[in-house]
C-alpha cells in the first residue's frame, strides 16, 4: 500500500470490496473495443511486471490505473478517474505520484491526428497530460481498436522496446504497429466508436 499527497493506492485484488465501482468505472471509461475482460487483466496482474491498482482519497475510490513495466520503462496502459470527481486535481496527482515512483513513463491516447467525431475531447485529453509533464513523441501504436498516439516523459521511444513492453501485456496478438508519424499533418480516417 502506497500514500502520497493524501491518496492511497492499491492493487485491485480477486476479492475486493470495491469490486464493482471498479468495474463499472473501467467500463464507462473505456469503449468496449479498447478493453480485455476484467478478469484477464487480474489474471495478468499476478504478472510482478504489471500492476492493477485502484486509488482512494481516504477512503473514498477516485480512480484506476494498469501499468506495464519493462526494465525501467512503464506504460500507462489504463487511467481512469470517476466521472463525478474529475477536475478536482486527483488525475495531475495520480501521474505525479506515478513520475516519482518510475524512471520512465509512457502513456497511450486515442490519436488527434484522426478526422473524428470526438477530436475535441481528445485534444483536452492531450493537453491535460501535456500540463502533467508528457510529450507528445511523434510515434503511434496500432493495433485492433484503432490508432494511439505515444506520449512519455522522455523524447524518445525505442520502437523495439515499447513492443516488447507491450508484448508483456498483449502477448497472445501480433497485430501491433509501434512506428513513428511521417509528418505532423498525416491523418487517419476514424468514426467514434462507442462503448
Known sequence: MEIY???RVK???FI??????????YNNAFPKIERFPIVLLKLFAMKPNIEFLSVYDNDVF?????????KDKTLIYYFAVRSDLRSRGYGSKILTWIKQEK?????????VRE????????????????????????????????TFD?????????AEEFIKMIKQFTFWTNNIEVGKFDTEEKVYNCTMINS
Not at 475486493?16 to 468505472?25: F, T
Open 5 to 7: 499527497i493524501g491518496l
Open 62 to 70: 477516485c480512480g484506476i490505473l494498469y501499468l506495464v513495466n519493462y
Open 115 to 146: 478526422e473524428c467525431d470526438n477530436l475535441e475531447q481528445r485534444l483536452k485529453r492531450r493537453d491535460f497530460y501535456f500540463r502533467n509533464g508528457f510529450i507528445d513523441t511523434g510515434y503511434y501504436l496500432k493495433d485492433h481498436s484503432g
Open 16 to 25: 475486493d470490496k470495491d469490486y464493482k465501482l471498479i468495474r463499472d468505472l
Open 103 to 111: 524512471k520512465s513513463v509512457s502513456l497511450i491516447m486515442e490519436t
Open 150 to 158: 505515444i506520449l512519455s516523459t522522455e523524447s524518445e521511444v525505442d
Open 11 to 13: 492493487e485491485v485484488k
